[in-house]
């Protein structure tokens, strides 16, 4: 499906976990077109799992040249708006997977400004 595309990807816990638990247990291979990768801190009732900060793909991210974030959805500062990409009218394409958790979305024109110095990154 996004074989020849590059994409944004967004999703809950680890990516690249063995236990589904604890994030998106997939394979480098599978998501090696991304940009970028945002692992999302969520506290699921009294457990939250902690992030792999690139970690799983370390060396796969640097030499792929994929921008890494981790969002704290519960930290004040934060401002993350899951819903954005809904709200923006992109197209919303059709995937293998058969889940609510994955959405994927078209979104000609995206754009990621980071600052990692200051640990902000501002998606429009």
């Not at 604890?22 to 970028?36: D, H, Q, T, Y």
Request: charged fraction near 25%.
């Amino acid at each position: 499906m996004l074989k020849d595309e590059s994409y944004l990807l967004i999703g809950p816990g680890r990516w690249g976990t063995t236990t589904p638990s604890l994030g998106v247990p997939v394979r480098f291979a599978e998501i090696s077109n991304a940009k970028v990768i945002c692992e999302v801190a969520y506290p699921d009732e009294d457990l939250m799992p902690e992030l792999s900060f690139g970690s799983h793909f370390f060396q796969d991210l640097v030499e792929s040249d994929i921008f890494y974030a981790a969002v704290f959805q519960n930290y004040k500062e934060n401002l993350f708006n899951p819903g954005y990409l809904q709200k923006k009218n992109y197209e919303k394409m059709d995937t293998e997977a058969k889940t609510n958790v994955v959405s994927v979305y078209r979104s000609k024109g995206l754009e990621i400004f980071s600052d990692v110095v200051e640990q902000k990154v501002l998606c429009r």
